[in-house]
């Protein structure tokens, strides 16, 4: 019984990455949103990760991967996850609301051309949604990372990668794929490699 539901979920996750490939539109919005990082960050922006939960894991991650390195060694780029400062975090939550946590770090530090991604696997996590508007406000440059439809957030980014799942692990597991894929671009684009 556990071995074919071993094998179902494997399937599942390759079925969802199949839908990616086959989807046209994809390799050409992930090349133009690659080639919008690489100019912002040659014109001294900054690209912003911001999620929850398993979300936030993978905002962290792949700022990981730009501010350390992907596959060459090379200079840092300017990347950061918005939850990594424990003390802000708890005090806006505990002072304000958890709903405004991104939105106020993103009226704080975010800039004309800067770069913000948020990740949700529903599209609708309210701090994200509200991030994205502050984002839109300072006329930054916004993309989602979400599940099938986009939720809210669609309508809020410049570049929506919606996954063709309901199944949260599903999602995540694409929604790494599809960092790891960007960050690979914007390292090859941005250093000429």
Do not use: W
């Not at 063709?164 to 599809?178: G, N």
Request: one cysteine or more; aromatic letters at 8%; hydrophobic letters at 40%.
């Amino acid at each position: 019984m556990f071995m074919e539901k071993i094998k179902e979920i494997i399937n599942e996750s390759i079925r969802v990455k199949q839908a990616l490939l086959e989807d046209k539109s994809f390799s050409e919005k992930m090349n133009d949103f690659a080639d919008k990082i690489v100019s912002a960050l040659k014109d001294n922006k900054k690209v912003y990760f911001c999620g929850n939960g398993g979300s936030a894991a993978d905002a962290q991650h792949l700022a990981a991967e730009l501010s350390g390195r992907f596959y060459n060694d090379r200079p840092a780029l300017a990347a950061e996850a918005l939850h990594v400062n424990t003390s802000y975090l708890t005090a806006v939550a505990n002072d304000y609301s958890y709903d405004v946590v991104y939105k106020r770090m993103i009226d704080g530090v975010g800039q004309k051309n800067d770069v913000l991604i948020g990740i949700s696997t529903s599209g609708n996590s309210k701090n994200v949604v509200l991030a994205l508007e502050a984002a839109r406000n300072k006329e930054m440059i916004t993309a989602s990372f979400t599940g099938e439809g986009g939720g809210k957030m669609a309508d809020l980014s410049d570049y929506l990668f919606a996954v063709a799942s309901k199944d949260t692990p599903r999602i995540q597991e694409s929604h790494i794929l599809i960092g790891h894929i960007l960050c690979q671009l914007v390292e090859e684009k941005y250093f000429n490699f």
